[in-house]
């Protein structure tokens, strides 16, 4: 599954400059599957900063990973809000220095007008120092267009650029 990826892939430039810094990351996917943990442990050596994948593909899985019900009947599974408590609760899980999030429609139904397939909402949250003020997590919301499979690798490879790019 390398058909979006670049040269060097993400996993391999991210999971560089994670060990350098001396930080971990850990995922909680929905309509990903795992596939952006998988991605990450591709990498050899990636035991260095990869923690763990929650794999919260239903509203259960996902109220008991620190989503709450009012989140999921308020704005529904594919939301920025869900997408925040994801990442939030994966960092503060795996007491990580980073942890993202996925949650969309990778297709091919399940799409709406106000949310077509290949929506996505990727979340990354950053834990800084105790006390210092500097823990904070971003929402982002894609659009994917392709095939069910092309669509899951590009939100995965897309939610690894967007840690690589609050690195």
Do not use: N
Request: with cysteine; glycine share 12%.
């Amino acid at each position: 599954m390398r058909a979006h990826a670049r040269d060097p892939p993400v996993e391999e430039t991210l999971g560089e400059e994670l060990r350098a810094r001396g930080h971990s990351i850990a995922t909680a996917e929905s309509c990903t599957g795992g596939l952006v943990g998988s991605l990450l442990t591709d990498v050899p050596g990636s035991s260095d900063y990869f923690d763990r994948t929650y794999c919260t593909y239903t509203y259960d899985a996902k109220l008991d990973t620190g989503v709450t019900r009012e989140s999921l009947d308020e704005h529904g599974a594919v939301s920025e809000p869900v997408a925040r408590q994801m990442a939030q609760a994966i960092r503060d899980a795996a007491g990580t220095t980073w942890g993202v999030s996925t949650t969309g429609i990778a297709g091919p139904g399940g799409g709406t007008e106000e949310k077509p397939v290949g929506t996505v909402y990727i979340g990354v949250a950053h834990a800084g120092d105790w006390g210092s003020g500097d823990s904070y997590t971003t929402v982002t919301r894609h659009e994917f267009d392709g095939s069910r499979l092309d669509i899951k690798e590009k939100i995965a490879r897309r939610a690894l650029r967007r840690v690589e790019e609050e690195l």
